[in-house]
């Protein structure tokens, strides 16, 4: 197993930055990417964006590409979200996940954090 914490979260007001960390623990070899969702209240957990732990590769959704950056270091074990030009509709509780696939679907990911606030002002 996996284990992970993000951390990063808090209160901004639109347009702003923000970046996210998710600490990785444990058997990090055994997954092949690392990716970030959220979920908004009363919403479902929405896939942002992947990276392959090894090569680096990236896929972004829709919704956040050109805004969002995702990175790795992987001789830290540690991922993050580089958050750009918030908006209100960026509010959400925010995680982390690990696969042993490549893959959107939340239900591919084995492991998850705990989650971090993210909660952008109008």
């Known amino acids: 197993q996996v284990q992970l914490v993000e951390s990063g979260g808090g209160l901004v007001q639109a347009g702003a930055s923000l970046r996210l960390s998710c600490a990785a623990s444990?058997?990090?070899?055994?997954?092949?990417?690392m990716g970030w969702f959220r979920q908004a209240p009363g919403k479902e957990r929405e896939f942002l964006a992947r990276i392959a732990w090894s090569v680096g590769n990236t896929y972004y959704t829709d919704s956040v590409r050109g805004r969002f950056t995702i990175s790795r270091d992987s001789a830290k074990n540690m991922m993050y979200l580089q958050m750009n030009s918030l908006k209100p509709e960026d509010t959400a509780v925010y995680y982390c996940a690990a696969s042993e696939n490549w893959g959107s679907r939340a239900d591919s990911y084995q492991d998850w954090g705990q989650g971090t606030q993210v909660t952008v002002s109008s």
């Open positions: 444990g058997r990090t070899y055994t997954r092949y990417a």
